[in-house]
T-cell receptor, first 115, second 118 residues
Framework: DTAVSQTPKYLVTQMGNDKSIKCEQN?????MYWYKQDSKKFLKIMFS???????INETVPNRFSPKSPDKAHLNLHINSLELGDSAVYFC??????????????FGPGTRLTVL | AQKVTQAQTEISVVEKEDVTLDCVYE???????LFWYKQPPSGELVFLIR??????QNEISGRYSWNFQKSTSSFNFTITASQVVDSAVYFC???????????????FGRGTQLTVWP
């Protein structure tokens, strides 16, 4: 059973296109996150949602829009893709913001390549 | 300023050597959590350990051990008798939990690439 799943695993697209990455967790967690890992492996948070409520919205271009239809899903939509958006995007979940066991469990990542 | 510093960018060892990965953190919060994650060549991020700021006991899990020292703001990770399968990028991370801090935000270090040669 996959705890945190992401689709697709690989995404190759042209500049200017719009694309979405889906994330689902079956851990019963309340909180979900999106991270971006750049070519130098640096991981930085983009967004977090707790029970479908936006908690963290880092300095991310407006072209990136997260959507959480329910607490088990957090999708990431990207408009007008640019070359600099090429990266690995990780979804993660944790039991809850105030839980003492707040380790985050990560999905397998989506490698986005913008040509 | 970086909240988590992993000064070692790359480390190479030969199998069966012990290796220590350094992590230094910076926070004003009294309640915080520290983590180590492993990212093998396959790319996924694997949770290894969580430590809270009130628990300075060292932890051992098989060949892995962690040394948390608040006095030096360090949370170092030692692999004993390293194996080729330990080759990965290892990330140290910090989460702050005092009132007013943004709960759930993980600050990652830049990672240490560990290569274990046969």
């Amino acid at each position: 059973d996959t705890a945190v799943s992401q689709t697709p695993k690989y995404l190759v697209t042209q500049m200017g296109n719009d694309k979405s990455i889906k994330c689902e967790q079956n851990l019963g967690h309340d909180t979900m996150y999106w991270y971006k890992q750049d070519s130098k492996k640096f991981l930085k948070i983009m967004f977090s949602y707790n029970n479908k409520e936006l908690i963290i919205n880092e300095t991310v271009p407006n072209r990136f829009s997260p959507k959480s239809p329910d607490k088990a899903h957090l999708n990431l939509h990207i408009n007008s893709l640019e070359l600099g958006d090429s990266a690995v995007y990780f979804c993660a979940s944790s039991p809850g913001l105030r839980s003492s066991y707040n380790e985050q469990f990560f999905g397998p990542g989506t490698r986005l390549t913008v040509l | 300023a970086q909240k988590v510093t992993q000064a070692q960018t790359e480390i190479s060892v030969v199998e069966k050597e012990d290796v220590t990965l350094d992590c230094v953190y910076e926070t004003r919060d009294t309640t915080y959590y520290l983590f180590w994650y492993k990212q093998p060549p396959s790319g996924e991020l694997v949770f290894l350990i969580r430590r809270n700021s009130f628990d300075e006991q060292n932890e051992i899990s098989g060949r892995y051990s962690w040394n948390f020292q608040k006095s030096t703001s360090s949370f170092n990770f030692t692999i004993t008798a390293s194996q080729v399968v330990d080759s990965a990028v290892y990330f140290c991370a910090l989460s702050e939990a005092d009132r007013g801090s943004t709960l759930g935000r993980l600050y990652f270090g830049r990672g240490t690439q560990l290569t274990v040669w046969p």
